[in-house]
């Protein structure tokens, strides 16, 4: 069975930082990619950040370039999400989510639990 498990959330003033963990449970063949994504209240589910593999390539979304850093390691199956200057904007919960291999022949979306995060003075 594939979890993925996240932590990091928490509550932090504007202007803050936070960094999220996620790491792959279970026996995989591959990862395609490792993501974040948020959800706030009365939104639709957004793409934050996302790292292809193999080669790392990154993609962010506008709203985020610049204070947001994606760093994946395909070695330990895990992806980080460091944000700085945190806005109440911010405030959502954020998804892990990978794209992967479980066999050579299956290949599918896993999500994380999601983990809130909190920006406010």
């Known amino acids: 069975q594939v979890q993925l498990v996240e932590s990091g959330g928490g509550l932090v003033q504007p202007g803050g930082s936070l960094t999220l963990s996620c790491a792959v449970n279970?026996?995989?063949?591959?990862?395609?990619?490792m993501a974040w994504y948020r959800q706030a209240p009365g939104k639709q589910r957004e793409l934050v950040a996302m790292?292809?593999?193999?080669?790392?390539?990154?993609k962010y979304a506008d709203s985020v370039k610049g204070r947001f850093t994606i760093s994946a390691d395909y070695t330990k199956n895990t992806v980080s999400l460091e944000m700085n200057n945190l806005t109440p904007e911010d405030t959502a919960v954020y998804y892990c989510?990978?794209?992967?291999?479980?066999?050579?022949?299956?290949?599918?979306?896993?999500w994380g639990e999601g983990t809130q995060v909190t920006v406010s003075s």
């Open positions: 989510n990978s794209n992967l291999w479980k066999t050579f022949s299956h290949r599918a979306d896993y």
């Open positions: 279970g026996s995989i063949f591959s990862i395609n990619h």
């Open positions: 790292s292809r593999n193999p080669g790392s390539e990154t």
